[in-house]
C-alpha cells in the first residue's frame, strides 16, 4: 500500500513538472545542450588538452652523451608552463633502456622567461646533489636540460628558449655547492652532448 501511493505521488509531481514547464514554454522532455549557462550567457567550449611530441634528452648509460626519447607533453600557450612539464617529465624518468638525468624528487621552485630568451630554473637541492660527485653527470643534467627546453615544441607564446640559467634555492648553485661547471652564466645549447643512435 505504501509503496502505491509512493508511485502516485511521484507520478503527481511529474504531471505537475511538466505541467509548469509547458506553461513556462520550455519543451519538459528536451534537454538543454548546456544546462547550467543562463540564457544571456555566451557558452565557452572548454579548450581540448593539446599535447605534442618532445624530444627529452637522458643519459646513454653506456657512453657520456644524450639520446632523445621522443614523449608526448601537454602544451599550452605558455613557455613557461610547457618548460615545467618537461622539466617534470625528466625528472619522472626515462621509458625507454635509457638512464635518468635528474632525481625524481627534484622540485621546479620557480621559471621565469627573460625577453632575451633565458629561461631562469630555479631548481630544489635534490637536483644537484647526486650530480655533484662527478664532472660527466653534472654536465649531463644541465645538457639535458638545456638541450630540451630550448627545442621548439616547446616554445609558446612568449617566445623561444635561448638559454638557460640555472639557480639552487634561489641563489647561483656555486654558492651553495660545489658545482664542476660554472653555472653563474647562462647555458646555451650544446648538441655535441646529443648521440641520435
Do not use: C, K
Not at 56 to 70: K, S
Not at 106 to 135: C, H, I, K, M, P
Not at 155 to 168: D, I, N, Y
Amino acid at each position: 500500500m505504501a509503496w502505491g501511493m509512493f508511485t502516485l505521488f511521484l507520478v503527481f509531481a511529474l504531471a505537475f513538472l511538466v505541467y509548469e514547464l509547458l506553461n513556462q514554454g520550455q519543451a519538459p522532455f528536451s534537454f538543454a545542450e548546456h544546462p547550467f549557462i543562463a540564457d544571456d550567457e555566451d557558452y565557452v567550449a572548454p579548450e581540448a588538452v593539446r599535447t605534442r611530441e618532445v624530444p627529452l634528452f637522458f643519459a646513454v648509460t653506456d657512453e657520456p652523451a644524450l639520446r632523445a626519447e621522443r614523449r608526448s607533453i601537454e602544451q599550452g600557450e605558455s613557455t613557461v608552463e610547457n618548460s615545467r612539464r618537461v622539466i617534470d617529465a625528466l625528472a619522472s624518468g626515462p621509458e625507454s633502456d635509457l638512464a635518468p638525468v635528474l632525481p625524481e624528487q627534484t622540485q621546479v621552485r620557480g621559471l621565469y622567461l627573460l625577453e632575451d630568451g633565458e629561461l631562469v630554473v630555479d631548481l630544489s637541492r635534490e637536483a644537484f646533489q647526486d650530480n655533484a660527485r662527478s664532472t660527466t653527470a653534472e654536465a649531463l643534467m644541465v645538457y639535458s636540460l638545456v638541450n630540451t627546453l630550448t627545442q621548439a615544441g616547446v616554445q609558446g607564446q612568449e617566445g623561444a628558449v635561448r638559454q638557460v640559467r640555472f639557480l639552487l634555492e634561489g641563489a647561483p648553485p656555486h654558492e651553495s655547492l660545489a658545482t664542476h661547471m660554472d653555472l653563474g652564466q647562462p647555458v646555451r645549447p650544446d648538441p655535441s652532448w646529443n648521440n641520435p643512435n
